[in-house]
């Protein structure tokens, strides 16, 4: 039983966060997603969360400006923000879960 204490503490902090993004907080994130680095951010904090299809949007708009990417450490973010979205299973949109093989393929070739 106590095992599960911390996987349940994950899954509500899950919870709470798909939350707030659909509701109210989603306001001002629109205000970081004016930057590249603000919507990568953004979309990590959303496929964290598993919001999925308010991902998808975010990921097509960064998947946009993949060559524009040219930093290391944020390439290395969307590797495993893709992975993340990989390895979830069946949660995640079929678009979104193709879209992270794409934006995969992009960077690893780029």
């Known amino acids: 039983m106590c095992a599960l204490r911390p996987l349940a503490g994950a899954m509500r ?5 798909g939350g707030a993004l659909r509701g109210s907080l989603l306001r001002p994130l629109a205000g970081a997603m004016r930057t590249l680095a603000g919507r990568v951010s953004c979309l990590q904090v959303l496929v964290h969360a ?3 299809q308010e991902a998808e949007p975010v990921l097509v708009e960064v998947m946009a400006q ?3 990417i040219a930093s290391a450490r944020t390439v290395n973010l969307l590797l495993r923000v893709a992975n993340r979205i990989e390895l979830a ?3 995640p949109t079929s678009t979104l879960a193709d ?12």
């Not at 902090?13 to 966060?17: E, K, P």
């Not at 879209?99 to 780029?110: E, H, I, K, Y």
């Open 66 to 68: 993949a060559s524009e």
């Open 13 to 17: 902090t899950a919870d709470i966060l």
């Open 89 to 91: 299973g069946t949660g």
């Open 50 to 52: 598993q919001a999925w």
């Open 99 to 110: 879209s992270a093989q794409d934006l995969r393929r992009l960077l690893t070739c780029a």
